[in-house]
T-cell receptor
Framework: AQKVTQAQTEISVVEKEDVTLDCVYE???????LFWYKQPPSGELVFLIR??????QNEISGRYSWNFQKSTSSFNFTITASQVVDSAVYFC???????????FGQGTELSVKP | SAVISQKPSRDICQRGTSLTIQCQVD?????MFWYRQQPGQSLTLIAT?????????ESGFVIDKFPISRPNLTFSTLTVSNMSPEDSSIYLC???????????FGPGTRLLVL
């Protein structure tokens, strides 16, 4: 079965704290792609990152970093020095070679307080 | 990334009526999808909109309730038929060129059924 689990439903931090959002996935496919999307209160879904199953290199983009570990089937997302504008729902998603369908986790609602 | 627009952005409808949502992309894309996001929930794929042929529906979604058209590679419509309050959701279209590439989402249509 293909599945994405985001065990953290809600996280609340104070500005400037670091925060890590967890994502665990299940798939039998050897080729797959993982994504993180951000959904601010306005509702649109903003793409953050894509990773393919053959690239386990971690990535850093400004205050954002991602840790992909195939051994634990995890693709965690860390925000360093969080800001109020980071407040949003964050979704981890998985796709594989079956038509491009995205399977989403339940989302983690991040609240950053000043 | 493609520029995606959806119309209407929001609507309030009476039960028993139907609403057609449009998704327009500024460039030709191979894949177009329709997702539903119920209040406080994650995104669930309704169907894949296939150009020139019938849409492919996910389990739990049927053509009579959610007819989809895709007349060309830049445009698709989703109709929510015979609406009930349970259909109150955000409906999002997404597009992509290849499975291994990123899917981008439209701004969504917020539907409230009274």
């Amino acid at each position: 079965a293909q599945k994405v689990t985001q065990a953290q439903t809600e996280i609340s931090v104070v500005e400037k704290e670091d925060v890590t959002l967890d994502c665990v996935y299940e798939t039998r496919d050897t080729t797959y792609y993982l994504f993180w999307y951000k959904q601010p209160p306005s509702g649109e879904l903003v793409f953050l990152i894509r990773r393919n199953s053959f690239d386990e290199q971690n990535e850093i983009s400004g205050r954002y970093s991602w840790n992909f570990q195939k051994s634990t089937s995890s693709f965690n997302f860390t925000i360093t020095a969080s800001q109020v504008v980071d407040s949003a729902v964050y979704f981890c998603a998985l796709t594989f070679n079956q038509g491009g369908k995205l399977i989403f986790g339940q989302g983690t609602e991040l609240s950053v307080k000043p | 990334s493609a520029v995606i627009s959806q119309k209407p952005s929001r609507d309030i409808c009476q039960r028993g009526t139907s609403l057609t949502i449009q998704c327009q992309v500024d460039s030709q894309v191979t894949m177009m999808f329709w997702y539903r996001q119920q209040p406080g929930q994650s995104l669930t794929l309704i169907a894949t909109a296939n150009q020139g042929s019938e849409a492919t529906y996910e389990s739990g979604f049927v053509i009579d309730k959610f007819p989809i058209s895709r007349p060309n590679l830049t445009f698709s419509t989703l109709t929510v038929s015979n609406m009930s309050p349970e259909d109150s959701s955000i409906y999002l279209c997404s597009v992509g060129r290849l499975i291994q590439e990123t899917q981008y989402f439209g701004p969504g249509t917020r539907l409230l059924v009274l």
